[in-house]
């Protein structure tokens, strides 16, 4: 049973405009959520993160909200470049004990220059 | 990536035959783990360790066992090798619940 949902799994956006990656979940434990970036012939690379305790994280070019009410985070890329063509995996953290990572099929973005 | 390397990172194998993958850390790390990626399946954990010695089972861990002797390494057998075996891998290691590193990867075709 997938505890953590990426339902869209291809986005294209033109160069210079918004990207948008949405993920949900389904445990209520989770506390720690976070997003890897994937390259082709390459392992995933973390990217962002956020705590439960927050509702939004900034990174440059990168802001992940959460809202906890819905079990929903996004990932906005803005401006989206052409290097940021990857696929974007979702990650959802629960307290305590080693297997507690888990992760959602990816969105495979395209940027277009 | 610096700090974990994964081998080989190609493979291709006959259906029946055992395989082993290897990844390697020198992060000192206490958290291993081998994942498996799949078009439309997303990173789905085979086994994991805490500790020398010290392993479980993940997701999807029918068919796979694991050994971890030493800190620094983590083996993954496939017993007898299928073809739903043919699939990307990939090892992580973590320190603290939050945060993986990942390895490059393997390609594991079974013919």
Excluded at chain 1, 39 to 67: C, H, M, Q, W
Excluded at chain 2, 30 to 45: A, E, F, I, N, T
Excluded at chain 2, 49 to 71: A, L, M, Q
Aim: glycine share 8%.
């Amino acid at each position: 049973d997938q505890q953590v949902k990426q339902n869209s799994p291809s986005l294209s956006v033109q160069e210079g405009r918004i990207s948008i990656l949405n993920c949900d979940y389904t445990n209520s434990m989770f506390d720690y959520f976070l997003w890897y970036k994937k390259y082709p012939a390459e392992g995933p690379t973390f990217l962002i993160s956020i705590s439960s305790i927050k509702d939004k994280n900034e990174d440059g070019r990168f802001t992940v909200f959460l809202n906890k009410s819905a079990k929903h985070l996004s990932l906005h890329i803005v401006p989206s470049q052409p290097g940021d063509s990857a696929v974007y995996f979702c990650a959802a953290s629960a307290p305590g004990g080693a297997n507690n990572l888990f992760f959602g099929t990816g969105t495979r973005l395209t940027v277009i220059p | 990536d610096a700090g974990i390397t994964q081998s080989p990172r190609h493979k291709v194998t006959e259906t029946g035959t055992p395989v082993t993958l290897r990844c390697h850390q020198t992060e000192n790390h206490r958290y291993m783990y081998w994942y498996r990626q799949d078009p439309g399946h997303g990173l789905r954990l085979i086994h994991y360790s805490y500790g020398v010695k010290d392993t479980d089972k993940g997701e999807v861990s029918d068919g796979y066992s694991v050994s971890r002797s030493k800190t620094e390494d983590f083996l993954l057998t496939l017993e007898s090798a299928t073809s739903s075996q043919t699939s990307v891998y990939f090892c992580a290691i973590s320190e603290t619940e939050y945060g993986y590193t990942f390895g490059s990867g393997t390609r594991l075709t079974v013919v």
